[in-house]
């Protein structure tokens, strides 16, 4: 992580490594807050609201997750992402 917990602050943010293959599930997500990606390494796939977007290194998206949304790395290499989202309390 590079910031402090959800419960103490509603911005959290993290350097994270997403191995090639992982996903985040079968089911769309949805939750409150925004997202905002800065890709670093690697291939990064997200579906928005039912559209696709293809990432590569120095792509970013920035997001309302209340819309159904998923995420994978359909790579061969690690995905390297920063990842902030705000949870509004």
Do not use: C
């Not at 103490?8 to 090639?20: D, H, K, M, S």
């Not at 800065?38 to 559209?51: A, K």
């Amino acid at each position: 992580g590079i910031s402090g917990p959800y419960g103490e602050f509603l911005l959290a943010g993290a350097v994270a490594t997403v191995i090639p293959g992982a996903s985040s599930g079968t089911k769309p997500m949805r939750h409150p807050g925004e997202e905002l990606l800065l890709l670093i390494d690697g291939v990064f796939e997200l579906e928005v609201g039912e559209v696709p977007h293809r990432l590569g290194p120095g792509d970013a998206m920035h997001f309302r997750p209340q819309q159904p949304h998923s995420w994978r790395n359909p790579g061969t290499q690690d995905a390297v992402i920063v990842w902030l989202a705000v949870r509004p309390q």
